[in-house]
């Protein structure tokens, strides 16, 4: 008979019914006309899904948690003894190079290319005041360069640098030293007229310096001599006061430099000229140029 149910299977269902009754199971339906040992499995399976789907969740259906790592215990404070500090991360220098260490020697270069570069300069605002601009003067291989601040207004008008009452007074000192001017090479830190004869802006100086570098590292000269305190401060790039280092030897991209008083400043203050005069002398001695006690400006 096809309903007939075998021990096996009633022993199975037997087994299975009791589990169900311990999760609260205890009602079952037969559809009409299924055979009892088709229901009988139908169960079994419908319920067997129902666990695996752990819709009836068992202890033995559980599956095994993730393995957590062990926290480490924290030490507990000491009282009294304050928590240790722990230091900020270094903030990050800066790597950016200054103004003239940016500016590499150009291979091959000359004064008249750096006059081409520099063109009808319009880089700054120095142009829209400006009568000529007043590139520089003198000998292009020159051991001694002279660097003034900026042009005034004979050298706007004439194109040429120190030719005014400050230039005629250049002019003697150099004599002084046992050179002429044609010996030497002048120029200055700008190359336009500051309106007024006013001290270049930070801007302009930024703006036309490459030019005075680029001069004298074409000219490669082993004295430079910076005129007031504008030229030094571009130079050496310090916001110091030239009083501060006046007639010292310092370093500039490998060769000597010195700074001292402008001319213009010596005609203000007649008296600072014998000071000025024992700069020359330390740049004569270094030169080789025979020092005569007593010959000044």
Known sequence: MSDQISETLQKKIADRLGFYEDLGIRTFYRDRGTPVA?????QLETVGVLIHSNVFPSEERTLPKTARKPEVPKP??????????????????????SLFESIEKVADDTLLKIREDLGDCMRCKLHSTRN???????NPKAELVFVGE??????????????????????????????????????NVVKCRPPENRQPEEDEVHTCSPFLLRQIDTIAPKVVVCL?????????QTNR??????GEWLEFRGRKLLATYHPAYLLRNPPAKS??????????????????KGKSA
Do not use: H, N
């Open 38 to 42: 088709s229901v009988a499995q139908q």
């Open 76 to 97: 507990a404070p000491t009282i009294g003894q304050p928590a240790p500090r722990v230091s900020p991360l270094p903030l990050p220098v800066s790597t950016a190079p």
């Open 132 to 138: 000529k601009i007043v590139f520089g003067d003198g």
């Open 150 to 187: 900026g042009p005034g207004a004979d050298e706007d008008a004439q194109g040429l640098p120190f030719v005014g009452r400050a230039g005629k007074l250049l002019t003697q000192m150099i004599e002084a030293m046992g050179l002429q001017r044609k010996d030497v090479y002048i120029c």
């Open 228 to 236: 007031g305190a504008t030229a030094a401060k571009t130079l050496l």
């Open 241 to 246: 006061g030239i009083s501060q280092f006046r």
């Open 275 to 292: 000071e000025v005069w024992k700069d020359l002398q330390k740049v004569m001695a270094v030169l080789g140029l025979e020092v005569k």
